[in-house]
């Protein structure tokens, strides 16, 4: 089978009139009719709305206006990013027909550069650990992840060719990896969360999915900028994230096979897998072991999440707690039980954790980690382990998941690259160069 057309390849067609926006929309609309009774990636859907959009572009573009980084491109959204023009429900039968007043900072974005807002996806409730109806598309019996379960799983299904979620723990790289695509977390406040579900204003960065790296880095680079409104961003340029995915690095990187609090809970495949990788890098990767303080990471991590979940959701809970579920009302419940001297010492912690890695990568361009245990595990009641992820949001590292493995069922496996704060650009590079070089030898 043909592999899906890149987001570039589609820009391009888009561009040179080889097809119409709304040729573009009807074929993604003709896949998602086939597709989605099997896999349930999309929370809303309007085919009228989508098409109207799709009519719009084509008849600016045919009256010579500008077009956007993202002209014409379908692009699903996570069902808790406020669209002022479908609902936007949090995975949560309390908003069910929730219409929001206006578009958050991301969408409006996304519209500016030409986008069209395909639909929304869906998400585990609150972005949280009770699954959603969507199943993996390369086995409908497997989790597809979570909390962006429905972004993932349209990506990689070719519904659409990117897609916008979330990542409080490991919402964004955990479902990329379960699903066979590229999953993108940046650094912490790069993409502006106004209009977002807030889970945990500590913890919440925004992310992209999408079919390869460079259509990662087209989406993310796009998205990067600044909002008074959300106190987590900071005017200043944007990382070129596209001409770093093309152009790689110029030297050899020095690579970290990481050893770190959560390796017992990889799988055979996958310590195997990261094993033949490190063999075939040679002298560019060499093992380094996380400092002894990061085994206190996921407790720290646990105690800012349900805190700040607490105070976001305790009142809900404590009034409409017959629509949540009994693990949301769990984790709320622990969350009030963190008094204030345990909230800040988590948060110094935090601080302190990030000092230390930055001392680390003065000499390590990328971490390179398992993005998951291994494949996406049988059943629908669990989106899986997202421990190897949650020191690299806590510390708001960005994060690559690269679906560069293949497992005993013949299901996808995500390899994690991390890079220091801010450093995404160089992130990107890394990236490039380790596909390069990869795509020449026998993949693990």
Request: overall charge negative.
């Amino acid at each position: 089978m043909a592999p899906e057309p890149t987001a570039r390849a589609l820009r391009a067609a888009l561009e040179e009139g080889r097809i119409t926006v709304r040729e573009l929309i009807e074929a993604c609309l003709a896949r998602i009719e086939v597709d989605e009774p099997r896999l349930r990636a999309w929370a809303h859907l309007d085919r009228d709305y989508a098409l109207a959009q799709a009519d719009a572009l084509d008849e600016a573009r045919r009256r010579g206006r500008p077009t956007g980084p993202l002209f014409g491109l379908p692009v699903g959204v996570k069902d808790i990013v406020d669209t002022a023009d479908l609902p936007t429900e949090h995975g949560s039968p309390i908003f069910v027909g929730r219409r929001p007043a206006r578009d958050a900072w991301l969408v409006e974005r996304l519209r500016a550069a030409g986008a069209v807002i395909l639909g929304k996806t869906v998400t585990t409730e609150f972005a949280a650990f009770t699954p959603g109806p969507t199943r993996n598309p390369h086995d409908p019996a497997r989790t597809p992840g979570g909390s962006s379960s429905g972004s993932a799983a349209a990506v990689a299904a070719g519904m659409v060719p990117l897609a916008i979620g979330s990542q409080t723990n490991g919402s964004v790289i955990r479902p990329a990896a379960f699903c066979g695509v590229v999953g993108f977390k940046p650094t912490y406040g790069a993409i502006p969360r106004t209009g977002m579900l807030e889970q945990s204003p500590t913890l919440d960065h925004v992310g992209v999915f999408a079919r390869d790296l460079a259509d990662a880095a087209l989406l993310a680079e796009t998205l990067v900028g600044f909002d008074p409104e959300d106190a987590a961003t900071r005017p200043q340029a944007p990382p070129r994230l596209v001409r770093a995915a093309a152009e790689g690095l110029p030297v050899r990187p020095r690579l970290a096979i990481l050893r770190s609090p959560t390796d017992d809970r990889a799988e055979p495949a996958m310590r195997e897998a990261l094993a033949e990788l490190a063999e075939s890098l040679g002298d560019a990767a060499v093992p380094l072991e996380l400092p002894e303080a990061f085994g206190r990471a996921h407790a720290v991590h646990r105690t800012i999440w349900t805190a700040e979940l607490a105070f976001r959701f305790g009142r809900l809970v404590a009034e409409r707690g017959e629509l949540v579920s009994d693990r949301f009302r769990e984790l709320v419940r622990a969350g009030e039980r963190v008094d204030a001297v345990a909230y800040q010492r988590a948060l110094a912690e935090r601080r302190f954790l990030q000092r230390e890695l930055a001392g680390l990568f003065h000499e390590i361009d990328a971490f390179l980690t398992p993005a998951a245990p291994g494949e996406a595990p049988l059943g629908l009641e669990s989106t899986g382990d997202p421990s190897f992820c949650t020191i690299w949001t806590l510390c708001g590292t960005p994060a690559l998941g690269l679906p560069l493995f293949t497992g005993p069922s013949g299901l996808p496996m995500g390899l994690q690259l991390v890079a220091d704060l801010g450093d995404d650009e160089r992130l990107f590079r890394v990236a490039a160069w380790l596909t390069a070089t990869l795509a020449s030898e026998t993949m693990p």
